[in-house]
């Protein structure tokens, strides 16, 4: 355990990133299974509409660490063709 009043402070300073970390990368994870699910069901419009709504979400998710940038394009790549190809 943390002895020093510095090394406690940066103890609870990493328990509160953590968490916050993790409610953005389960938020994240969230809106990737709704435009999966869209996609699944063949419901384009839905899907196109979740794809919109989850875009945002991702990219903030990339642009704060929570996951790698290219990870997040790679994943927007792959689900915008899926919902292209439903047509």
Do not use: C, W
């Amino acid at each position: 355990m943390a002895n020093s009043a510095g090394s406690r402070k940066r103890a609870r300073q990493a328990e509160k990133r953590r968490q916050q970390n993790a409610s953005l990368r389960s938020m994240a994870r969230t809106y990737l299974k709704r435009v999966i699910n869209a996609i699944a069901a063949g419901d384009k419009a839905a899907a196109e509409a979740a794809f919109k709504t989850a875009q945002p979400v991702l990219d903030s998710s990339a642009n704060k660490g929570i996951f790698h940038a290219n990870k997040i394009a790679r994943h927007k790549s792959r689900l915008s063709a899926k919902i292209k190809a439903m047509a």
